[in-house]
């Protein structure tokens, strides 16, 4: 199967029933990819829409190991032979190094390496500019929901302390790519 209709096939199978919100969300993050990756090289276009369909399917039930979505995502693609590039950006999407700080599990992400660049900009911006029902949003709002949606003692959120201006340099970055060349941050 190719490896876009796997992911696509993927998602929806962990997450439609169980969590349709967050499948809500996902198909919402695809179609902000499909968007973004016509700016991309076309080598990097499955790449990124690989990932977006992927990047949540940790927070399925079956998923949960060490409750770190990004990593047990991650380890679950890993298992299954996906190319080895969608597994670190799932690894790393939104700043997941410095909740794997706070909860003590930088050695497990370790094995996954950010690789920065476009790419990896661009999944970071399409996840955090649509909304958790899969619509649109500034990053900006984005933000603000997060905050407002999570306790104060959320690793998530002492995360986001740290690593805000990085997250938004990311989204930054990936419009200055888009025709429009819109500023939200
Ligand atoms: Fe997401």
């Not at 990047?55 to 998923?63: F, K, S, V, W």
């Not at 390496?113 to 790419?119: R, Y």
């Not at 999570?150 to 990936?174: F, G, K, M, Q, Y």
């Amino acid at each position: 199967m190719p490896l876009l209709t796997w992911s696509w096939y993927t998602a929806k199978r962990l997450l439609a029933e169980e969590l349709p919100r967050r499948w809500a969300h996902t198909r919402g993050v695809a179609h902000r990819a499909a968007e973004v990756a016509r700016m991309l090289p076309r080598e990097d276009r499955q790449i990124l829409a690989a990932s977006a369909w992927l990047h949540d399917i940790g927070y399925a039930e079956n998923l949960v190991d060490t409750g770190f979505h990004q990593l047990d995502g991650a380890r679950y693609l890993v298992a299954q032979g996906v190319p080895r590039r969608v597994c670190a950006l799932v690894a790393h999407y939104a700043g997941a190094v410095a909740v794997a700080e706070i909860r003590g599990l930088s050695a497990e992400l370790e094995p996954f390496e950010d690789e920065g660049g476009p790419v990896r900009d661009a999944l970071w911006y399409c996840d955090m500019t649509t909304a958790p029902d899969g619509t649109p949003v500034s990053f900006s709002e984005r933000m603000r929901e997060l905050r407002a949606r999570r306790s104060a003692d959320d690793p998530v959120i002492h995360a986001l302390d740290r690593n805000e201006d990085e997250r938004a340099a990311a989204v930054r970055r990936t419009e200055e790519l888009l025709p429009t060349a819109t500023t939200h941050v």
